[in-house]
């Protein structure tokens, strides 16, 4: 299953590539218990600037935010209810809310590759794990981290360190593997979703330590 965002296609793949678009957004609505919102995509002109589909030339974040004119897709919706929904929207990438069943902790890709395979061999819980093109790692954990993250790297001693580590809550959008982001490429799992962890993912102090500790070894 796969987008096929900002890719010029013969009218046949392009109907087999909403419906693959289709049976992505069902998955993550149906089968993990997430909301799903469609967002704009991003092209690159001749002069490499990246033009967004939400038609906003000074748009600051091009292919990169929700379409506010578009619904959203709710938690449980069928593959029927996002067929009706998402065939208005051709192309559009698939962004999760964040806030709600999930919070995430952001850091630097490479020292979050790091900070999994340690938390992996230390047998602690991990939720899914996503990846941004621009080399970013998105650690799903319990809602209530984003707010709670300061008071918490407070109490581990962690609160004066210059830390390339931040916390997405309420009001944050992340893009759902496998959708293209701001036109760089494609958002990939490394750590997929289970049925276990999507909708009770991991409280953040089980994995702040450890995501602090390498963030902090890790070279700027």
Do not use: N
């Not at 987008?3 to 609505?29: K, L, N, P, Q």
């Not at 981290?145 to 944050?172: F, N, T, V």
């Not at 750590?191 to 089980?206: C, E, G, I, M, V």
Request: neutral net charge.
């Amino acid at each position: 299953m796969g987008f096929t965002i900002g890719r010029e296609t013969r009218s046949g793949s392009r109907r087999r590539g909403r419906m693959s678009d289709c049976t992505t957004v069902a998955e993550y609505t149906g089968l993990w218990g997430w909301a799903v919102v469609p967002g704009a995509r991003a092209s690159a002109t001749g002069s490499a600037v990246r033009e967004c589909s939400c038609g906003d030339t000074s748009c600051r974040a091009p292919g990169a935010h929700p379409l506010g004119f578009a619904p959203e897709v709710p938690a449980g919706a069928t593959l029927d209810d996002v067929t009706k929904t998402w065939s208005g929207f051709p192309g559009a990438s698939a962004l999760l809310p964040v806030g709600r069943t999930f919070d995430v902790i952001e850091v630097a890709e490479a020292p979050g590759r790091r900070a999994l395979v340690r938390l992996e061999r230390m047998g602690l819980p991990v939720g899914p794990v996503a990846a941004t093109p621009d080399g970013r790692a998105h650690f799903f954990v319990a809602p209530g981290a984003a707010s709670e993250l300061p008071r918490l790297l407070y109490r581990m001693g962690w609160d004066d360190a210059d830390l390339d580590l931040r916390g997405l809550g309420p009001g944050d959008h992340i893009a759902a593997p496998p959708s293209d982001l701001a036109g760089l490429g494609p958002v990939r799992w490394l750590r997929a979703p289970s049925l276990d962890t999507a909708q009770s993912p991991p409280p953040a102090r089980l994995l702040l330590g450890t995501l602090a500790y390498v963030a902090h070894r890790s070279p700027a």
